[in-house]
């Protein structure tokens, strides 16, 4: 059985989302000991078809200029969609790679948290797209990424 993937047909096609029986604390215990626990990242919201995550803007993840280092929003932006497709799939049978991850950085933030909501845009049997958007505690946008993820047979 697989706890965390929901599917249905849908005009002949074959759609999967996020299972509601997936919680955040799932995906924040299956991250300890990772470098998304290193960037201090926590998962807070799960939807069928996006996922939410905070992290802090602090000594962790400042650049020398005392703001956002763009990698950690990068970093932060693949951990969700990739999170997200790991959960889409059936992970007996298959798993997701990133291959392909673009970012703007159009803000700078300073301290308090920034949240990433991924969504995703593409949901095809051998790649997954991700459109991500990273916005401060004021909602102000700090950076837009796309991530292509691709899914892969295990042998």
């Known amino acids: 059985m697989r706890p965390f993937?929901?599917?249905?047909?849908?005009?002949?096609?074959?759609?999967?989302?996020?299972s509601k029986d997936l919680k955040p604390k799932h995906l924040n215990i299956i991250s300890e000991n990772t470098l998304v626990s290193h960037l201090k990242i926590e998962f807070?919201?799960?939807?069928?078809?996006?996922?939410?995550?905070?992290?802090?803007?602090?000594?962790?993840?400042?650049?020398?200029?005392?703001?956002?280092?763009?990698?950690?929003s990068v970093a932060l932006a693949e951990t969700v969609g990739s999170c997200g497709s790991h959960f889409i799939i059936d992970n007996t049978t298959h798993y997701a790679v990133g291959i392909e991850i673009n970012a703007n950085h159009v803000g700078s933030a300073y301290d308090g948290f920034v949240y990433a909501t991924g969504k995703i845009a593409h949901l095809g049997r051998t790649t997954h797209i991700w459109n991500i958007e990273i916005k401060d505690e004021s909602e102000k946008l700090i950076t837009i990424a796309r991530l292509t993820m691709m899914i892969l047979k295990r042998s």
Request: no cysteine.
């Open 5 to 18: 993937f929901f599917s249905i047909r849908k005009d002949d096609y074959f759609w999967a989302m996020i």
């Open 44 to 72: 807070t919201e799960i939807g069928n078809d996006y996922i939410v995550a905070k992290m802090p803007v602090d000594e962790t993840t400042y650049q020398p200029m005392g703001i956002l280092h763009g990698g950690a």
